[in-house]
């Protein structure tokens, strides 16, 4: 009864953009905090951005920062990340999650409800 279903993915050009969405249900968007984890093949589960319940704040990982932005319309119960200057290296499952959390909180263990995941693909 609890969802999150992320779309958007797919595959692009190194330096093309792609917008991610995340559709939640109207219980787990009432959690404080939504974020966006990425997991490449052999690597762990690692923070790409958060956004706090009101949208004002957000925090974001150094390898991504000035090129991905996370915004949500809690209106429709979406989060989204825009991705822009995608590298090679950005290739992963992309991933939204939700926590009960006044701030965005960077460790998968900190996030109750998850996503399937969407396909990113950047090319070089």
């Known amino acids: 009864q609890v969802q999150l279903v992320e779309s958007g993915g797919g595959w692009v050009q190194a330096g093309g953009s792609l917008r991610l969405s995340c559709a939640a249900s109207?219980?787990?968007?009432?959690?404080?905090?939504m974020a966006w984890f990425r997991q490449a093949p052999g690597k762990e589960r690692e923070f790409v951005g958060g956004?706090?319940?009101?949208?004002?704040?957000?925090v974001y990982a150094d390898s991504v920062k000035g090129r991905f932005t996370i915004s949500r319309d809690n209106a429709q119960n979406t989060v989204y990340l825009q991705m822009n200057s995608l590298k090679p290296e950005d290739t992963a499952v992309y991933y939204c999650?939700?926590?009960?959390?006044?701030?965005?909180?960077?460790?998968?263990?900190?996030?109750?409800?998850w996503g399937p995941g969407t396909q990113v693909t950047v090319a070089s």
């Open positions: 999650a939700a926590a009960l959390s006044t701030y965005p909180l960077s460790r998968p263990g900190d996030y109750k409800f």
């Open positions: 109207a219980r787990t968007f009432t959690y404080n905090t």
């Open positions: 956004i706090s319940r009101g949208g004002v704040n957000t």
